[in-house]
């Protein structure tokens, strides 16, 4: 999936909170070292602090722990 993740069209589902976009991918913060869902509540960051990967899984190996707000593993 992370090579065909269209990152305008993924920051865009962020962005807008998009529900249906849960599961997709997640999205990882660089300077907190955290990731979410894309519907998360929480305050948005900068787009250049912003990775967008395709799982949970992905996160975790790159160094990112899980968001505590939106809960994306469960």
Do not use: H, Q
């Amino acid at each position: 999936m992370t090579d065909t993740l269209d990152l305008d069209a993924a920051w865009a589902a962020f962005d807008a909170r998009d529900r249906s976009a849960d599961g997709r991918f997640v999205v990882a913060v660089r300077t907190t070292r955290i990731y979410c869902k894309p519907s998360c509540p929480a305050r948005r960051p900068r787009r250049t602090n912003v990775e967008m990967l395709p799982d949970a899984v992905a996160a975790r190996a790159a160094g990112y722990r899980a968001c505590l707000r939106c809960r994306p593993d469960e």
